[in-house]
């Protein structure tokens, strides 16, 4: 029987719920495909960080290390408590970006995806949703402003905090070539989102992403400036297969991507390099809403597809596990963050989604 080992990081806030669900979900995919999951739940984030000194543990480390992929919940506490812990250690900047480095995860892969007939789930007219949403982001995730020199200081008595978006061609070309063969896989349609009009790392980007396109013509590649792509989603997504961008311009248009589609909640992401992969939602803790069971564990267990999927090969229990989630929607029901007033559908919380989810997997 195949094992594969993954190591389970339940994260902070809402984490320990939402990944429950979608650990019962991997459960049913266990028994129904004959893999074997080892499991290893070890402590990141910020109670890692009260607990052992350290948001990232060096057992954590040790673990992570053995895996073949990694099952990552959201991180991070509410201002007031996030302040008690030194700004290097706060779990964001200690954990998040060390499990990045470490594992060389250059591309994070954030679907954007609201199929036609859960279009009423978005804020947008129905008649701009079209045909459905279906977009991959992909952000380049261990570059840019996120690892670049940082010096704090005073100059004349003035405090000042400066920051280095640095970029070398190196990082550029293997997230770009991923963008290509991402998109020779779907539409053969690429967004490049840069801002080469005002920065030199976009021009720097555009150049190699020029030189990548020489070995992918059959790829339309659409150049349009960062600030320009935040107005076209929301007017016209459709437009739109996939799109790749350094690190903060995905980070911010990705989470964009979630409010197109209704919730942040519905925001999967796969972290991939070339060896190991980790699999998070796009979202934070959320620890305004932790433990009262109203999280929406859509994300979570989308990241558990995404890991069948990319780390495994498991694409049709990717693909079932989609469906089972959008089924349940489709059957009527729905989450707390994604509830519409003027509506009749039913609002069930955490534990019952995820449950709703299983049932309706172990149905197809
Ligand atoms: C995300 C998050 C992270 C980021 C934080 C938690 C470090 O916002 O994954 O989008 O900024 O990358
Ligand atoms: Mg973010």
Known sequence: MTTHHIAILTGDGIGPEIMAEALKVLTLVEQRSGVHFELTESPFGAAAYFDYGHPFPEQTQAVCDAADAIL??????????????????QPERGAVLPLRARYNTYANFRPVSLPKALAPL???????????????????????????????????????????????????RQVVKT?????????????????????????????????????????????MLVDAAATHLCLNPGQFDVMVMENMFGDILSDQGGGLIGSLGLMPSACIGDGKAYYEPSH???PDI??????????????????????????????????????????????????????DEKVIGTDAFGQRVVDKLAAI
Request: charged share 25%; glycine share 8%.
């Open 72 to 89: 990552k919940g959201p991180v991070g506490l509410a201002h007031a408590e996030a302040m008690k812990i030194p700004v290097d250690m």
């Open 122 to 172: 978005s804020p947008l007219k129905a008649e701009v949703i079209g045909e459905g949403i279906d977009i991959l982001m992909i952000r380049e995730l261990l570059g840019g402003l996120y690892f670049g020199k940082k010096v704090i200081g005073i100059d004349d008595n003035i405090r000042f905090a400066e920051e280095t978006l640095r970029y070398d061609e190196i990082q550029i």
């Open 179 to 223: 963008g290509f063969e991402q998109a020779m896989k779907r539409k053969k349609l690429l967004h490049n989102i840069h801002k080469s009009n005002i920065l030199k790392s976009s021009v720097l980007w555009n150049e190699v992403l020029d030189e990548v396109a020489a070995d992918y013509p059959e790829v339309e590649v659409v150049n």
């Open 284 to 286: 934070g803790s959320a």
């Open 290 to 343: 932790a433990g009262q069971n109203i999280a929406n564990p859509y994300s979570m267990i989308g990241s558990v597809a995404m890991m069948l999927e990319y780390s495994f090969g498991m694409v049709d229990e990717a693909n079932q596990i989609w469906a089972a989630m959008q089924g349940v929607f489709a059957d009527g029901y729905t989450t707390p963050d994604l509830a519409r007033s003027n509506s």
